[in-house]
Nanobody, 121 residues
Framework: QVQLVESGGGLVQAGGSLRLSCAAS????????MGWYRQAPGKQRELVAT???????NYADSVKGRFAISRDNTKNTVFLQMNSLKPEDTAVYYC???????????????WGQGTQVTVST
């Protein structure tokens, strides 16, 4: 079993910055991919950014140039640096990890509990 714990959300004015963190804990696993998704009220959950174990990254068009995802493989932690925040970035942000179990050699996906990001005008 893998647990994901997020931190770093909060209230910020438009144009400001926030940094989210997500740490994975547990045993008997290897992380293949980590990423961030978000869900605004009344909307479906959407991808924000992902990073693979090799370092490649992928971003939603709406955040390209403003957000940056990074990863510390030694600590099983992923970060999301969010700059030039806009009111439309307001959402609950969820961490996701795609994990290989070293006991069953199968992949599973895990979600964090979510952290609220609110951008005011």
């Amino acid at each position: 079993q893998v647990q994901l714990v997020e931190s770093g959300g909060g209230l910020v004015q438009a144009g400001g910055s926030l940094r989210l963190s997500c740490a994975a804990s547990g045993s008997g696993f290897s992380i293949n991919a980590m990423g961030w998704y978000r869900q605004a009220p009344g909307k479906q959950r959407e991808l924000v950014a992902t990073t693979l174990s090799g370092g490649s990254t992928n971003y939603a068009d709406s955040v390209k140039g403003r957000f940056a995802i990074s990863r510390d493989n030694t600590k099983n932690t992923v970060f999301l640096q969010m700059n030039s925040l806009k009111p439309e970035d307001t959402a609950v942000y969820y961490c996701h990890a795609r994990v290989l179990s070293t006991s069953t050699w199968s992949y599973n996906g895990y979600w964090g509990q979510g952290t609220q990001v609110t951008v005011s005008t």
